[in-house]
């Protein structure tokens, strides 16, 4: 058997195990090539193995079946536990759902993790790009991202202002489009006892909840609430409260405080080392991950997995980059580090550790993808394969 399993709510890896991969589009191709040769190397030289399953997403899945998501994918998804995937283009405004979501909410992946640090040879716009070093923890299922709207002037939206009105006596433009936020206690309490125990595994020194809640106050405001009061109530023992204290936060403490969303967004570029883990909201934290990404040199470095009580989908978090395909040009490094993010959670940190040190080593000898060396004054330029034939030699 190569399969993951479950056996008294923990995983069970074996040795040798089978991992699904989307190939995704546009790049997806050159960097899922790219990140596989890594991960290879990095795990056979810890006597293990991964043998890598192709199913089907996005517009290679619409050529082949017809079908931009085919149900035996999620099926695959659900009996090997752990995949990863490139890039999926899913078309704007009209048309299909978005693919990321439906994979997410299909899978109950109610955590988007986004790790963000700094590789040191990295341009960035910060002095200090070196103090950022945080976990982002986003709600993966509610608020917009739900997709429950209304176009505007159809019948539905028509139904929905007329029982606003007549109910609430709220009055809405008729060319108005409408859209729920929907925020739950359950959804908020898993994701913040998820980042919870990330923090108490990883010595992490603060636990921030980001939020809107001076605006949306029974939406994010209670998401504020639930996250606090799960604290309290499950970690009573590891924590200590912001507002509770009277001087520097105890060595051996958590400290759980909160920010408004606008605001980090300032904290995180004038006081970085200020924060660690960040628990936060969907579109909230869908615009934290990428601005902090910018911070230390763009998505191009920036690692995702989406993850559930047990199931979990690995991700490059930038785009398809169309106008790239197939031309061994784009930076595979998002792709490497989420499969790194993937190791970590099979347990095999030893393999995981050794491609973050061979990225800082390629990185630091200017060895890099076109996207950094425009940025990186004496850089030597080399494609997809070649960064990660680069890394392997590194490892």
Known sequence: MNKITIENNKLVIPDKVTIPFIEGDGIGGDITKAMRLVIDAAVNKIGKEIIWLEILAGEKAFRQTGQ????????????????IKGPLTTPIGKGIRSLNVTLR??????????????????????????????????????????????????????????????????????????????ISRPASERLMRKAMHHAIENKRKSVTIVHKGNIMKYTEGAFRTWCYELAKREFADYIVLESELQGPAPSDKILINDRIADSMFQQLLLRPADYDVVVTTNLNGDYLSDACAAQVGGLGLAPGGNIGDFYAVFEATHGTAPKYTDLNKANPSSLILS??????????????KSVVTAMEKTIQSKIVTYDLARQIEGATEVGSLEFAKALINNL
């Open 339 to 352: 499969a790194v993010m993937m190791l970590e959670y099979l347990g095999w940190q030893e393999a995981a």
């Open 105 to 182: 909410q299909d899978l109950d992946l109610y955590a988007c993790v986004r790790p963000v640090v700094y590789f040191s040879g990295v341009e960035s716009p910060l002095k200090h790009p070196e103090q950022l070093d945080v976990v982002i923890f986003r709600e993966n299922t509610e608020d917009v991202y739900a997709g429950i709207e209304w176009e505007a002037s159809t019948p539905e939206a028509k139904d929905v202002r007329d029982f606003l009105k007549t109910r609430f006596n709220i009055s809405l433009h008729e060319e108005t489009g409408i859209g729920i936020k929907p």
């Open 68 to 83: 931009w998501l085919p149900a035996e994918t999620l099926e695959k998804i659900k009996e090997y536990v752990v995949a």
